[in-house]
């Protein structure tokens, strides 16, 4: 028996025949290292969060319109800074428009 796979754009730019990395599995119910986290200075914030900001790591925030998501976040990125650390605030709305024709555009 023979393979005879079609190529695709991933094959076609990667070459696989050499093999791969190996992955390292760890088992999930055994004692593992906690991430180093960083506290905001807001402290129900950091609770919510697990005792603070993971380094690397991004928050996604969810919630009604006007709840206080914006604010919340704002104050926390000016703690940090104010702190000496470095913040990044990056905002984005999802909302479903109708174009003429019938064409939906999300915004």
């Known amino acids: ?3 005879d796979a079609p190529a695709t754009v991933f094959s076609q730019k990667h070459d ?9 599995f760890v088992p999930l119910d055994g004692p593992a290292e906690l991430p180093k ?3 905001t200075g807001l402290a129900e914030f950091d ?18 319109p006007g709840i206080g998501k914006s604010t919340l976040l704002l104050q ?5 800074a104010k702190g000496g650390g470095t913040a990044v605030y990056v905002s984005g709305e999802e909302a ?12």
């Open 16 to 24: 696989l025949s050499s093999g791969g990395k190996a992955v390292e």
């Open 47 to 64: 609770r919510a969060l697990g005792g603070g900001l993971v380094p690397g790591s991004g928050v996604l925030m969810g919630g009604d």
């Open 76 to 80: 926390t990125a000016a703690t940090v």
């Open 96 to 107: 479903a428009g109708v174009l003429p024709e019938g064409k939906v555009e999300l915004n």
């Open 37 to 39: 986290r960083r506290p």
């Open 1 to 3: 028996m023979v393979e």
